[in-house]
């Protein structure tokens, strides 16, 4: 009988291949309702596993310096997303490694959102479109819709999970179960939360703010710090004139800058009919919204307490940012890279044509002057480094402090015809222009720094 095995497992083996495919992208003629997510279907990883291991697999030597854990968030729907759905929803997966005497231990596990048990419950899928609440289950219409999937810190004993269309989830930091919701009890009533808060080293407070404060489409914005014990402080309110996508932004010793991208929220007709909860808007200007960390006593002579004001930059992207700092004189020096395309295709209108130019996404610095009034457009960014670039990192005990080395990822095409990916990370010095570069082997890429 083991011969006869032996036989029937090198003849099915031995099946000619049809020309141009590998046996695992064949799969004997077997479909698979997952292939449009996990593509190609040969070779991407698959995730929706909870687990833990003990001292991994290392190449190389870790040295005995680093001592610690290293906290990982990634998008990973539990339940099969329809096809179309961007890749921007799906569940939060948080991945612990630990770090010492030279070994790694590893535990990953869903953030256990009110949405995530639900659809455990369910055993299926209830929630459609990203932020479409015409899209859902009409069993889940009050659910928390939150996926708690986009960043995660470290802050008053919990790890925070985070998506800015919600409130954060506290996390053990050890055993990675989920706590609660909303684990600074309810002391402002926005509901939403920033996906990239800053920490404050030099006044131990983690700063954040909420867009669409007041619920879906609403043009109300709150900031407020948060101390070590999660007690909140400088609570201050402001409406945009529309609604608008702040992801990101910087702080200073005494303000919040928040980067608005050129995108506006669709109606209710157009999400009723299927569409996108964000439409992207060609040509329109960027814009840089500042309000002071302590609204009843900003920190420049030209600005009344409560007041907040929009100044406005070329049309593009600022994603993500690198860090911030004061000058004399109410000058404030602001880095970042700045995409002169919309890497959020699948919000782009439908008539939209890309344009056919090579796409750029360097990184700049911003000049912002304090003494010009609401609605000024900026000056002319510097660039200190040509390329397209995402995911900056620098010495974040350092964060609002005037800086010069900063950590980012690159694209680095070898030629027009390859798709550009992520396939470097680059380490810069901003004052002498000087990169040191690391290069992913042939064909790989990198993960944010």
Known sequence: ??????????????????????????????????????????????????????????????????????????????????????????????????????????????????????????????????RNPFDIHPCVRLANDSTANTNIIYWGGNVLALAERGLPYALDPDTLETRTADPFGGQVVAKTFAAHPKVDPHKNELVTWSYSAKGLS???????????????????????????????????DNWIILSNMPFSVNSDEEMKAGGDYWRFIPDQFSELLVTPRNANAPGHPNWKPGEFRKYTAPHGLIIHTGNAWEEESGILKLESHFLTFNVFDFFNPKDYEVPKVNPSGDWVRWTLDLSKPDGTALPTLETLLHGVFDFPIFDERMTGRKTKIVYMGGMIVPDEDTRPVFNAAIRLNTETGETSIFHAYDGGSIAEP
């Open 218 to 252: 609403t043009r109300d914005i709150c900031t407020y710090s948060i101390d070590p014990n999660g007690r909140i402080s400088n609570e201050n309110w402001f409406k945009q004139d529309k609604p608008g996508w702040p992801h990101d932004g910087w702080i200073t």
């Open 1 to 130: 009988m083991a011969t006869a095995q032996i036989e029937i497992a090198q003849a099915v083996h031995t099946v000619p291949l049809e020309e141009g495919k590998s046996e695992h992208n064949r799969r004997f003629g077997l479909t698979s309702p997952w292939e449009h997510y996990y593509h190609p279907s040969d070779t991407a990883p698959q995730g929706r596993f909870e687990c833990e291991m003990d001292e991994m697999v290392v190449f190389g030597e870790i040295p005995p310096e680093i001592s610690g854990t290293w906290y990982r968030i990634i998008i990973d729907p539990h339940f099969n997303p329809q096809k179309g759905i961007p890749f921007v929803d799906g569940d939060g997966h948080v991945s612990a490694f630990r770090i010492q005497d030279g070994k790694i231990s590893m535990k990953i596990k869903y953030v256990h959102t009110e949405r995530w048990l639900l659809e455990r419950k369910a055993g299926r899928r209830l929630f459609g479109r990203y």
